[in-house]
């Protein structure tokens, strides 16, 4: 390590809220590498970045940053000293531009007045360094989709000089070709000696970007090691403390009538004339760069946004329905699981037992009057059945890891027992364990009779788990593919084809 300097050291660093949730962690980052850091939801991950970024102080243990002792008392007197955490949970705000994010603690002004054109000036390149170039500087953040909203997240901590860099499930949901700029950026970094902590759930690209691995597993370190000594199996097997078979078999699935149809739906610019079908026992893959309208399709469909023209049927035998609310599209058996849980799918500072039964007070009921009992039973049945990593189903949701929240939502639904299951990037920021057991779940739907569509940005999780894939491109269904027709070449062309005579566009590159 001669040539590397020594940027931080943790020593016996422990943490305890009700229950030790960190141990014992040893841990040094040099300057110009890239340290991965993976395990289970709920193993610590999270946790450990926070005491590193100021937002938590540990129980136990110590720390020292540049040879002195380090405590930061806040996450703002940790980015003063020059680290920074890219949260995978956004931390925007929608109602301001995105060059007012970008630079909000920083905004050029003239005798209290913002100066615009300085704004707009500065906004550009740093915009260009994540791909982000073909987007107007002042378009308000709450205008765009989560995966652009990811990348001002990502480009806001990249701008001004940073000694530690903590990058948490950067890539979630971005696509390859944003990944590719992500990387680029990470490089820069590293000749630059910046160190960086990188979290993330995806091996290969672990494999890609790091230098060395830390495996956490129920708060403990199971592993600190140079990555190139470890193969993704190695990894799985310290992650989850057992061998996990990585075959997911499909072939029991057995497709019956059709269930849910959409005909030419049409909304501006966002989804144009867009036709499809979803059958029963069929898991039904929705591909696509970030912004072709995978969400804004599924939305129309749960009526969370309307169309300007087209026609949903509905059911087994298909009936044409209109609706004009969710609460209408839930009332014909239609559940749709965003893909925004703490913008849109949870109240987070309620408990695991209220926000499982939202939406199911029949089941939790008795004369209109709440039954505590029943509440906790029902959470509990979930918590169980998903794998919830908590304490207790009294326990506040904002507690628990991204990828338990994530099992929370999807909990109420399951209890609804809808015939159609809309799933906008179910796997996000969930661990390899946690995601083979989504995937066994909707097999389990399927089974029973249930259509799924699976909307998301990892292209091989949709060949994996999908019967069909179709494929939208600039708002677009450009083509649809069955799991004996499709090549990953293939649905990647499809996916580029509507942005191949766009000038300008974000991903004509």
């Not at 999270?46 to 380090?70: C, E, R």
């Not at 309620?350 to 926000?355: G, R």
């Amino acid at each position: 390590m001669a040539d590397y300097q020594e940027i931080l050291s943790m020593s016996g660093v422990g943490k305890t809220y009700s229950e030790p949730v960190l141990t014992n962690i040893n841990l040094t980052l040099y300057s110009g590498k890239v340290l991965a850091l993976t395990g289970e939801n709920g193993a610590g991950k999270s946790t450990l970045s926070k005491i590193i970024g100021g937002l938590i102080a540990p129980t136990t243990g110590s720390m020292t940053y540049l040879g002195q002792p380090y405590a930061p008392a806040s996450r703002k007197e940790a980015e003063k000293l020059g680290i920074r955490m890219v949260m995978q949970e956004l931390n925007l705000l929608p109602t301001l531009t995105i060059a007012e994010n970008l630079f909000l603690d920083r905004l050029p002004n003239r005798g209290g007045w913002i100066n615009r054109k300085r704004l707009r000036e500065m906004a550009i390149p740093v915009m260009a360094t994540v791909g982000l170039q073909a987007l107007d500087p002042d378009m308000l953040v709450g205008e765009l989709g989560i995966g652009h909203q990811q990348m001002i997240e990502i480009a806001r901590n990249l701008i001004g000089d940073s000694r530690i860099l903590i990058l948490d499930e950067p890539t979630a949901m971005l696509t390859s070709r944003e990944v590719e700029l992500l990387f680029a950026q990470i490089q820069q970094f590293k000749q630059r000696g910046v160190s960086l902590i990188y979290i993330s759930h995806r091996l290969d690209e672990l494999a890609q970007v790091a230098d060395e691995i830390m495996v956490l597993r129920d708060g403990n370190m199971v592993c600190t090691d140079d990555i190139r000594r470890y193969s993704s199996e190695q990894l799985v097997s310290l992650m989850v403390g057992r061998d996990l078979d990585s075959r997911f078999d499909v072939s029991a699935r057995r497709q019956g009538n059709p269930i849910l149809k959409v005909e030419h739906f049409t909304r501006g610019d966002v989804l144009q004339d867009i036709s499809l079908t979803l059958h029963r026992g069929e898991v039904l893959g929705i591909s696509g760069l970030v912004g072709a309208g995978r969400t804004e399709l599924m939305r129309a469909i749960f009526a969370a946004d309307r169309i300007d023209s087209g026609q949903l049927w509905v059911g087994d035998p298909l009936k044409a329905v209109t609706l004009r609310s969710p609460a209408e599209a839930i009332a014909h058996r239609i559940a749709l699981v965003t893909e925004d849980r703490k913008g849109e799918g949870l109240l987070l500072p309620l408990s695991v037992a209220a926000n499982t039964s939202l939406g199911n007070s029949d089941k939790i009921s008795r004369l209109s009057w709440l039954d505590a009992g029943r509440e906790q039973r029902l959470a509990q049945k979930y918590i169980s059945r998903l794998g919830i990593r908590t304490s207790g189903a009294q326990l506040a949701v904002d507690s628990l890891s991204g990828g338990n929240q994530q099992k929370v939502l999807i909990s109420r639904w399951l209890e609804r027992s809808c015939d159609v299951i809309l799933f906008d990037e179910p796997t996000r920021g969930i661990d390899v364990g946690a995601k083979r057991d989504i995937y066994l779940l909707l097999n389990e739907l399927t089974q029973s009779g249930k259509g799924v569509i699976v909307v998301s940005s990892d292209l091989r999780e949709l060949m994996l788990i999908c019967d069909r894939i179709a494929v939208l491109s600039a708002g677009k269904l450009v083509e649809t593919f069955t799991r004996d027709g499709w090549t990953q070449d293939a649905i990647l062309a499809a996916a580029f084809s509507g942005y191949q005579h766009a000038t300008g566009s974000l991903h004509n590159e």
